[in-house]
Antibody, heavy 117, light 108 residues
Framework: QVHLVESGGGVVQPGRSLRLSCAAS????????MHWVRQAPGKGLEWVAV????????YYAESVKGRFTISRDNSKNTVYLQMNSLRAEDTAVYYC??????????WGQGTLVTVSS | DIQMTQSPSSLSASVGDRVTITCQAS??????LNWYQQKPGKAPKLLIY???NLEIGVPSRFSGSGSGTDFTFTISSLQPEDIATYYC??????????FGGGTKVEIK
């Protein structure tokens, strides 16, 4: 069955960097786009970024554009989120999700990123 | 960017009640709308896609309707396990899959 496992979260100081990973299994990874979605403590869902199945297109929320980079390695069935110049407002649980025909049909369990000095 | 306005932000209803949540897009998104359920401490779960299609395995008491800018999500008979927060999401703009603000559903 489809399985998505995020890793790489933790506590980081403002201005520093962090890279999240999402390991996928149970489906043909190279056939699906992948999203990152985040949720600040006690808040709603915020879409962060998407990467096409072949990595040819990448799009970002305005709030992270220029600071975050989404990438993927189809040989490792893994999607990444490189987060630079982190701010307190980036504190959130970060979820990766599989993209299928317009919707995110499978989600990981999330990884918590805390930006604090 | 397309803005999604969801209402109400919270509601309280009795077991067996019919529950309705609305979602309004800031521009025409055809039927490019999804509904998700999120229980505390858990990842979101897809319930409805393309405005009205029920995801496999989702109980039939959940339904969705609408097109253009106005959409409705309905639980025909609220059950205790339906306590959660529900989100709409548009994907008309493939470059930004905007979510609504969420509706927290509680049992009265």
């Amino acid at each position: 069955q489809v399985h998505l496992v995020e890793s790489g979260g933790g506590v980081v100081q403002p201005g520093r960097s962090l890279r999240l990973s999402c390991a996928a299994s149970g489906f043909t990874f190279s056939s699906h786009g992948m999203h990152w979605v985040r949720q600040a403590p006690g808040k709603g869902l915020e879409w962060v970024a998407v990467i096409w199945y072949d990595g040819s297109r990448k799009y970002y929320a305005e709030s992270v554009k220029g600071r975050f980079t989404i990438s993927r390695d189809n040989s490792k069935n893994t999607v990444y989120l490189q987060m630079n110049s982190l701010r307190a407002e980036d504190t959130a649980v970060y979820y990766c999700a599989r993209y299928t025909s317009g919707h995110e049909d499978y989600w990981g369990q999330g990884t918590l990123v805390t930006v604090s000095s | 960017d397309i803005q999604m306005t969801q209402s109400p932000s919270s509601l309280s209803a009795s077991v067996g009640d019919r529950v309705t949540i609305t979602c309004q897009a800031s521009q025409d998104i055809s039927n490019y709308l999804n509904w998700y359920q999120q229980k505390p401490g858990k990842a979101p779960k897809l319930l409805i896609y393309d405005a009205s299609n029920l995801e496999i395995g989702v109980p039939s008491r959940f339904s969705g309707s609408g097109s253009g800018t106005d959409f409705t999500f309905t639980i025909s008979s609220l059950q205790p396990e339906d306590i959660a927060t529900y989100y709409c999401q548009q994907y008309d703009n493939l470059a930004a899959h905007t979510f609504g603000g969420g509706t927290k559903v509680e049992i009265k």
